[in-house]
């Protein structure tokens, strides 16, 4: 069956504009999840959705970063006035409830 | 202290060799671990989930040690197809949700 996508796979971007990021889970995964790979640093956890409520936003790193999810499924993480910290791969993930969880693609965005 | 630690190698193996890695975690009241593969430029794919009684895929064996609060991975007659990065995952106290992903350990299988 098809897999978690994510789009665009690629993000050029100039500082101080905004983005956004979306994710489509598998069909039927209740949990989504926010991850962002920086060069040569580990997955950094960002946010978990279950269903349309987001318990744990933690990892979201600034108020600059926000995401939501419609109708169980589609996510869309935003980040507004982009620094070049934010430069990463940000992957999403979905899993049943909270079951092994299988990535996307990836976006790569670089921010100039 | 990081959460979850791993020697970054990379480990460079001529086909054939068994390799393992290990890999440290600071949280005992973590609940879920599990070994991901991620090839360059692409996304993490599960590769096993590691329970207290060990378990094997294949060539492929995991082994959790509660105690000492470390887990690892063991490959057997390793392939040109297994280079990779192997990322340790554990989950986090508040919940199984929440991934906390060691830096990875490279790994380079030669002909």
């Known amino acids: 069956g098809a897999g978690v996508s994510q789009s665009p796979s690629n993000k050029v971007t100039e500082k101080g504009k905004d983005v956004e990021l979306r994710c489509d889970p598998i069909s039927g995964h209740t949990a989504l999840y926010w991850y962002r790979q920086s060069l040569g640093q580990g997955l950094e956890f960002l946010i978990y959705?279950?269903?349309?409520?987001?318990?744990?936003k933690s990892g979201l790193p600034s108020d600059r970063f926000s995401a939501e999810r419609t109708g169980g499924s589609v996510s869309t993480l935003t980040i507004q006035r982009t620094q070049q910290e934010d430069s990463a791969v940000y992957l999403c993930?979905?899993?049943?409830?909270?079951?092994?969880?299988?990535f996307g693609p990836g976006t790569r965005l670089t921010v100039l | 202290r990081k959460e979850v630690e791993q020697d970054p190698g990379p480990f460079n193996v001529p086909e054939g060799a068994t390799v393992a890695f290990n890999c440290t975690y600071s949280?005992?009241?973590?609940?879920?671990f599990f070994w991901y593969r991620q090839d360059c430029r692409k996304e993490p794919k599960l590769l096993m989930s590691?329970?207290?009684s060990g378990n094997e895929d294949g060539r492929f064996t995991a082994q959790l040690n509660r105690a000492s609060q470390y887990i690892s991975l063991l490959i057997r007659d390793s392939k040109l197809s297994d280079s990779a990065t192997y990322l340790c995952?554990?989950?986090?106290?508040?919940?199984?949700?929440?991934?906390?992903f060691g830096t990875g350990t490279r790994l380079k299988v030669l002909a």
């Open positions: 995952v554990v989950t986090g106290s508040s919940g199984t949700y929440k991934y906390i």
């Open positions: 590691v329970y207290s």
């Open positions: 959705f279950q269903g349309n409520s987001a318990p744990d």
């Open positions: 993930a979905s899993s049943r409830i909270t079951d092994t969880q299988y």
């Open positions: 949280n005992s009241a973590s609940q879920s």
